[in-house]
């Protein structure tokens, strides 16, 4: 059984009320950091390897030490819980079974940090989620855990939830900064980063949920414990959502370094696939990443067995591998269209594209007519290979990643699935698969 | 002041200087063209994507290349720093496919906008793009909408640039629009229409790069290879006075800023001066306007019809004498 540090608790009754969480040893990070340095608390994240859960895997305490501490400027942690990425949803299931461990961590990071105001940015559609988290604050604050003080130790931190509007983009850290500041949700242009330049121009420094849930446990058992656990470029612990056709989807945490074929098929985890079918194709990190065929996701190119880390995931650059990203886990069986699954990415990357550059506004749109043409048998030879451009001229050249996340779904889509395009342009209105029936006039394009 | 070589060409800077800025010293061909990015607007650039160069070495400290292609208007210069831009056949590319993009929703009209001669999408497509459009797709569309009583805005045509929003920030004394929507579907819009009716306002016209933002004096009144730029000014209490009159014969068609050769103003000017003084007798004519950036404007000798012609050129049809005749100058 793999080791548990962030859900190990979850079902434990009353885990998400203060005296529970407390009773359980919750808070004793935030005690144990008081009467450390910063700098240590630093090092100890620097030490554990713990890299950004969001989805880019930014090492987490090379971010802290960039934060420009010389200002004098006052400086913020927020918390990036805007999390929309289709087939990702491991953060709302943490803030919404174990609210004081994000606290905690919130608490212990900010020290290390040296902010005395951070936010939690929800995504506004996570309503419940926001008055879990509402409540325990309060709790925390009424116990001198949050607020003037804590603990006696003359250390002040005020925590602020803020709602976003539910826009895909306010999750990517400089549009969520305008965001959090009243403006329109748009990336910012980097340099400067937000570490030198962030909320209100102070240094600010944007993590996801799940790596602030992780510092608790780093700081009461040392980041070389949590170096040791999971493989060497990918330590600790991850939240994978799993979903589509299995048999057990839900939220996991499992050790790095799983094989993805024991994670999909072990009763453990997913389960297999549903009603005994094959397996087709895995969207391995969420929506924005490299969809794989079977035999690519269980195998690296080498006939290695993949697993589930961010090195072994991407082995082979995206030719014959994907990401980990947000940990998004989307499996396909045999039955599923490609070319519909590729058209819905695209339509919400379309949708969610800010507008603030060209290749992405107006590429999103192209793209996801071509793929709507496609799918609905009105199609051309020659459109796989525009697509296949248009894709490309998007990619790296945008301001933001979304940009990039738009693309990489299509390309994939196209290097590992052609025949399947091909298909719906040869046989009009015949998925490879199935053919959905759906009636054109309810999937119109936007 | 630190060194920086753009196409093979050397030269020092300032500290902070962007990578346009620099190529503008050096002019010509090494100078990435600019859709959003306006010198004297805070935070315009790097929206549009077209001014995208290769950086072939950060600097003398750390050499790699930078991985991904960047926006020059808004990335400054380091020591060492090698730039490549029209000899970067990568950059090239890119350059075609930003153009691609900007057209996959703008209407290919130029015959019957009002932009046509000064719009710098037409002249960008002119110089990088391709000879015929791969999308098949219906274009979007939008009515024209009079926003405040001088300024039409025709959102098909628009590229969000943002220049003119950020000209409603910067320059007038109250921002009344703005971009509503998002992605595709983005829109400027004042939300109420007809808003627009600060001093001002009538800059926004001059920064737009295309034609969505019109001026309703002038609109459709003249094209602009028929009209005689002079330059001119007045005293005003407002702005500095110095406009661009355009006229055919003595009548005034239209007042505008001053613009460079990168289709940028650096005085801008009130609505007064734009809109109000028609007649030639209130402004101190200074003589013609040299038009510095390339532009059917110059090609055009706008002096031939105030020229008496000869009558050897009523002989038509005898050709000896059309071949004999040297041209008006």
């Not at chain 1, 929800?122 to 603990?151: D, H, P, S, T, Y």
């Not at chain 1, 933001?400 to 738009?406: I, N, T």
């Not at chain 2, 809109?275 to 055009?300: C, L, M, Q």
Request: hydrophobic share 35%; glycine share 10%.
């Amino acid at each position: 059984m793999s080791m548990k540090i962030l859900l190990d608790k979850v079902g434990v009754a009353g885990i998400e009320t203060l005296p529970v969480y407390r009773a359980h040893g919750g808070y004793s990070a935030v005690e144990k950091v008081l009467k450390m340095a910063p700098a240590d608390v630093v090092e100890e994240v620097k030490k554990s390897g713990l890299r950004g859960r969001g989805g880019a895997g930014f090492p987490t305490g090379m971010k802290w030490s960039f934060i420009d501490k010389k200002s004098g400027r006052p400086r913020y942690l927020v918390v990036n819980a805007d999390e929309s990425e289709p087939g990702t949803f491991k953060d709302r299931y943490l803030m919404e079974k174990m609210p004081h461990l994000l606290i905690e961590g919130i608490v212990a990071s900010s020290y290390a940090l040296e902010a005395n105001l951070s936010f939690i940015y929800v995504r506004g559609e996570f309503r419940w989620i926001i008055a879990i988290l509402e409540k325990a604050i309060a709790e925390a604050k009424e116990a001198g855990l949050v607020g003037k003080n804590i603990m006696g130790s003359g250390y002040n931190l005020e925590i602020v939830v803020q709602t976003g509007a539910g826009a895909y983009i306010c999750g990517e850290e400089t549009a969520l900064i305008e965001s959090l500041e009243g403006k329109r949700g748009n990336p910012r242009l980097k340099p400067p980063f937000p570490a030198v330049s962030g909320l209100y121009g102070n240094p600010t420094v944007v993590n996801n949920v799940e790596s602030i849930a992780a510092v608790p446990w780093i700081v009461n058992n040392s980041g070389e414990s949590y170096a040791k656990i999971g493989t060497p470029k990918s330590a600790g612990t991850k939240l994978i959502s799993a979903c589509g056709n299995i048999n057990y989807p839900g939220v996991y945490e499992i050790e790095l370094g799983l094989p993805v074929e024991e994670f999909i098929f072990s009763p453990s985890y997913c389960g297999g696939i549903k009603d005994g079918k094959r397996l087709k194709a895995v969207v391995a990190g969420g929506s924005s990443v490299p969809i794989l065929p079977a035999g690519l996701i269980l195998k690296t190119a080498n006939g290695e067995p993949r697993l589930m880390s961010y090195e072994s995931l991407s082995d082979g650059g995206f030719l014959t591998g994907t990401m980990l990203g947000s940990g998004g886990f989307i499996v396909y069986d045999e039955d599923q269209c490609i070319v519909r699954n590729t058209w819905n990415f695209t339509r919400f990357y379309h949708h969610e594209s800010c507008g603030q550059c060209s290749p992405c506004r107006e590429g999103t749109g192209w793209m996801e007519r071509i793929l709507h043409n496609i799918e609905y048998g009105h199609g051309k030879l020659s459109d796989i290979d525009l697509l296949w451009d248009v894709q490309r001229k998007i990619e790296g050249n945008t301001i933001c990643p979304l940009g990039d996340a738009a693309a990489w779904p299509v390309a994939a889509a196209i290097r590992h699935f052609r025949d399947e395009f091909e298909w719906h342009v040869r046989e009009p209105k015949e998925c490879l698969v199935r053919n959905y029936g759906l009636p054109e006039a309810t999937v119109a394009t936007v | 002041m630190i060194k920086v070589t753009i196409d093979g060409i050397a030269l020092e800077v300032e500290e902070g200087t962007t990578i346009m800025n620099a190529a503008r010293r050096i002019g010509g061909d090494v100078v990435p063209p600019a859709m959003c990015y306006y010198t004297s607007l805070k935070g315009s650039g790097g929206k549009c994507r077209a001014c995208l160069v290769k950086v072939a070495q950060g600097s003398a400290k750390d050499p790699r290349p930078m991985p991904k292609l960047v926006a020059s208007c808004c990335t400054p210069v380091q020591d060492g720093m090698v730039v490549l831009n029209s000899t970067s056949p990568e950059v090239l590319e890119t350059r075609r496919s930003i153009v691609e993009f900007l057209l996959v929703n703008h209407p290919l009209d130029c015959p019957i906008c009002d932009q046509a001669g000064e719009c710098e999408l037409q002249n960008f497509a002119f110089e990088h793009g391709l000879q015929k459009t791969r999308s098949e797709f219906h274009r979007r569309e939008f009515d024209p909408i009079d926003i405040g009583p001088h300024i039409k805005l025709h959102m098909t045509r628009c590229i969000l640039c943002y220049r003119c929003t950020q000209v409603a920030d910067q320059l007038t004394d109250e921002r009344v629009h703005g971009v509503l929507w998002r992605g595709e579907a983005s829109e400027i819009s004042t939300y109420i229409q007809k808003a627009v009716e600060n001093d001002f306002s009538g800059n926004m016209i001059d920064v737009c790069p295309v034609g969505a933002l019109t001026d309703r004096h002038f609109r459709f009144r003249n094209r602009v290879w028929f009209l005689n730029p002079m330059d001119a000014h007045r005293h005003c209490t407002k702005c500095s006075g110095k406009v661009v009159l355009w006229l055919r014969g003595e009548e005034v068609y239209r007042v505008t800023a001053r613009k460079d050769q990168y289709d940028e103003v650096k005085d801008f000017i009130c609505n007064e001066c734009r809109w109000e003084h028609f007649e030639t007798k209130d402004w101190v004519v200074e003589g013609p306007r040299t038009v510095e950036k390339w532009s059917v404007i110059t090609a055009n000798k706008y002096t031939k019809e105030t020229v008496e012609l000869p009558d050897q050129l009523y002989s038509k049809l005898d050709n000896t004498k059309w071949d004999a005749f040297e041209g008006v100058t």
